[in-house]
């Protein structure tokens, strides 16, 4: 079965600290991953999305990182900010399908 | 980037009533949308994927006769909760497929059903 998990589920942070937030997946044949933020109460912002062929992406103080092999992806966050708070959300296209299967989030606090 | 829009954005109703959910790609045609749903503090779970001019697929568990899919042109899909009860209270989000095959995801429709 096609899973996607995400750990921690959630974390609370001082402002200025780095951060990693994971999501593992249990088949490495996949077509994209994707990295989405959550507001409360709010749809989905995409922020970096991962083509199987590549290794890592970046926008401004966000680094995603995908390796297949181990069913794993990272997002790294430089310099928390409160404005960063909310929930992160990690999507999966698996190879041979069409549609998204969704980690279970990590909220994220980062507090002033 | 393109764009994905839901109306209504809220819609509250009394139990037994049905509710048509819209969800339009606004600059760009998209084959294929796809309708989530997503509990409080739970992820996003597929319901169902619309192909414009065929029956939409269903997921497993996912009444197809409850929640009415319509996908009549290439930037409209429609989902209605047909008869609709307090355990269908729940955020609802569509995401739509461009030809190019990226999905762009809709701001979510939040329903509560007294």
């Known amino acids: 079965k096609q899973e996607v998990t995400q750990i921690p589920a959630a974390l609370s942070v001082p402002e200025g600290e780095n951060l990693v937030l994971n999501c593992s997946f249990t088949d490495s044949a996949i077509y994209n991953l994707q990295w989405f933020r959550q507001d409360p109460g709010k749809g989905l912002t995409s922020l970096l999305l991962i083509q199987s062929s590549q290794r890592e992406q970046t926008s401004g103080r966000l680094n995603a990182s995908l390796d297949k092999s181990s069913g794993r992806s990272t997002l790294y966050i430089a310099a928390s900010q409160p404005g960063d708070s909310a929930t992160y959300l990690c999507?999966?296209?698996?190879?041979?399908?069409?549609?998204?299967?969704f980690g279970t989030g990590t909220r994220l606090k980062v507090l002033a | 980037g393109a764009v994905v829009s839901q109306h209504p954005s809220w819609v509250i109703c009394k139990s037994g009533t049905s509710v048509k959910i819209e969800c339009r790609s606004l600059d760009f045609q998209a084959t294929t949308m796809f309708w989530y749903r997503q509990f409080p503090k739970q992820s996003l779970m597929l319901m169902a994927t619309?192909?414009?001019?065929?029956?939409?697929?269903?997921e497993q568990g996912v009444e197809k006769d409850k929640f009415l899919i319509n996908h009549a042109s290439l930037t409209l899909s429609t989902l209605t909760v047909t008869s609709a009860h307090p355990e269908d209270s729940s955020f609802y989000i569509c995401s739509a497929r461009s030809e190019q095959e990226t999905q762009y995801f809709g701001p979510g429709t939040r329903l509560l059903v007294l």
């Open positions: 619309s192909n414009e001019g065929s029956k939409a697929t269903y």
């Open positions: 999507a999966v296209k698996f190879s041979g399908t069409y549609k998204y299967i």
